[in-house]
């Protein structure tokens, strides 16, 4: 079974701090990898992607990935209450199959 | 229109209506996916449309009946629900191929089974 796990939170940061958010998966042969955020009632909305092992920044978004360890975080930087959000992962094979996590919940206080 | 759309917004229908979800995408893209959201729950993975052909279907019970007459185009029949069904229905949509796909949703349906 292909599973991804994201601690549900909820996590609470100042605003201006680093919000952490990590994301495990059980599936090796694993490819691809998203972070969506979604605001309560609405659809997901694609954050970053990632490919290879590293990091890849944009803007106050960095997403780090570690396929030997089979780990994924994203990391927002100078958070605003604006990123008060769901914060999904989805991970993907060669296939077009996407496996989403539960989401982690991530409140900014101002 | 920009993206992927989806009719109607919110939903509430009785255990014995027949009703139907559409869902339309401007991106281009040759594949197109119906998702469930409920609370507290993973976004399950209902239905996978691959130019224009059902290439996956997740043990979906048959009182949901996906239909996809083009790339652009993905509807989901719903008939004799039942209250646990209630829940946001996404769909989404991607260009398969290489390693780089990747899904964008729609605003979705809020669907309430009474």
């Known amino acids: 079974q292909k599973e991804v796990e994201q601690n549900s939170g909820p996590l609470s940061v100042p605003e201006g701090a680093i919000a952490s958010l990590n994301c495990t998966y059980s599936d090796r042969v694993s490819q691809s990898f998203f972070w969506y955020r979604q605001y309560s009632g609405k659809s997901p909305e694609l954050i970053m992607s990632?490919?290879?092992?590293g990091d890849k920044e944009d803007g106050r978004f960095t997403a780090q990935l570690n396929k030997a360890s089979q780990y994924v975080s994203l990391l927002i930087r100078d958070s605003q209450p604006s990123d008060s959000a769901t914060y999904l992962c989805?991970?993907?094979?060669?296939?077009?199959?996407?496996?989403f996590g539960t989401g982690t919940s991530l409140t900014v206080i101002p | 229109e920009t993206g992927v759309t989806q009719t109607p917004r919110h939903l509430v229908m009785g255990m014995t209506n027949k009703k139907s979800l559409k869902c339309e995408q401007h991106?281009?893209?040759?594949?197109m996916y119906w998702y469930k959201q409920s609370a507290k729950k993973p976004l399950e993975l209902m239905f996978v449309?691959?130019?224009?052909?059902?290439?996956e279907n997740n043990s979906v019970p048959s009182r949901f009946s996906p239909e996809c007459p083009n790339s652009s185009h993905l509807f989901l029949h719903l008939h004799t629900l039942q209250p646990e069904d209630s829940a946001l229905y996404l769909c989404?949509?991607?260009?398969?191929?290489?390693?780089?796909?990747?899904?964008?949703f729609g605003p979705g349906t809020r669907l309430t089974v009474l």
């Open positions: 990632i490919y290879s092992n």
């Open positions: 449309y691959n130019f224009k052909e059902q290439t």
């Open positions: 991106l281009g893209h040759n594949a």
């Open positions: 989404a949509s991607s260009q398969v191929g290489g390693l780089r796909d990747t899904q964008y």
């Open positions: 989805a991970v993907a094979n060669t296939g077009n199959q996407f496996y």
